[in-house]
């Protein structure tokens, strides 16, 4: 048991299905008390009776006040886990404005807004806890899939600037970067996630077990899959090189897809 969760209140986004449930039920077998959180009303009141948590459905941007109140008027734990991704095909340079708009608010704003919401009592405190579900596109990229790309890497950089800027003050934060997940995002990802997702990809509640291993050691950045620690340097190390080698994933999946 991880003793920094036990009887904590704790919020969970996009908590319907696949990472998000993963993450529900791995807070409440840790003695956590659950809100869980889902656009979709049905899903969300399935996992919080699963769990013997409390369905608090809606956009996960304006549910901090009814978590709370739900939790009984305090916040120790916000997974910001909903995002989107969009099919095959539909978020590539092509994208209109909406598909942009839609990824932005959904996977930055998103944990924008529940920061702001958050952080005046978690500073109060001193303490506080904000899981971000990123991706490990947020610290690589993904073929075919610009804004998710983009919107990821903004995700990062916020989670990122959250720990820097408040860890002295008691706000610990964790950014969790998985490769490919057995989930419905998965499926839809179709030939590009074919190529580079499915051969490794793990179970939702392998992020989970991640996810608290790293809460247990104290760490940012937690990568279910470890070999994205290598990507990343080598990202940052050798530019050119990298890219070299995605564009050549890049050239694959243009010829079978």
């Known amino acids: 048991m991880v003793e920094a969760v ?5 919020v969970v986004t996009g908590a319907g299905g ?7 039920r791995r807070f409440a077998a840790e003695g956590a008390r659950v809100v869980v ?12 009776d699963e769990i013997g948590g409390v369905a608090v459905p809606g956009d996960a941007s304006a549910i901090v006040d009814a ?28 994208a209109d404005e909406r598909t942009w708009a839609t990824a932005w608010d959904v996977n930055v704003m998103a944990h924008v807004r ?12 001193g303490a506080g806890r904000f899981v971000s579900t990123v991706s490990a596109a947020g610290l690589l990229t993904m073929i075919g899939a610009p804004s998710y790309s983009v919107t990821k890497h903004g995700a ?8 820097l800027t408040y860890r002295h003050r008691g706000v610990k934060v964790h950014a969790i970067c998985p490769q490919g997940v057995r989930t419905d995002m998965l499926t839809a990802t179709g030939s590009a996630g074919d190529l580079v997702l499915q051969p490794t990809a793990i179970e939702p509640a392998d992020v ?13 950045l937690i990568l279910p899959h470890p070999e994205v620690a290598d990507y990343y340097q080598a990202r940052a190390t050798r530019p050119d090189h990298w890219l070299t080698s ?6 694959k999946w243009e010829q079978v897809r």
Do not use: T
């Open 114 to 125: 529940a920061a702001h919401a958050l952080l005046p009592g978690w500073l109060e405190r």
């Open 67 to 94: 978590a709370r109140d739900a939790l009984g008027g305090v916040v120790d734990v916000y997974c910001a886990n909903a995002g989107v991704a969009f099919e095959d095909g539909a978020d590539g340079l092509s």
């Open 246 to 251: 995605m564009n050549h994933i890049q050239q």
């Open 6 to 10: 036990q009887g904590a209140g704790v």
């Open 18 to 24: 696949g990472i998000g449930a993963a993450l529900a």
């Open 208 to 220: 989970a077990d991640a996810l608290f291993k790293g809460i247990a050691e104290d760490r940012f």
């Open 156 to 163: 990062y950089a916020f989670a990122e600037w959250l720990s």
């Open 37 to 48: 959180n889902d656009l979709d009303g049905k899903r969300a009141e399935a996992v919080a």
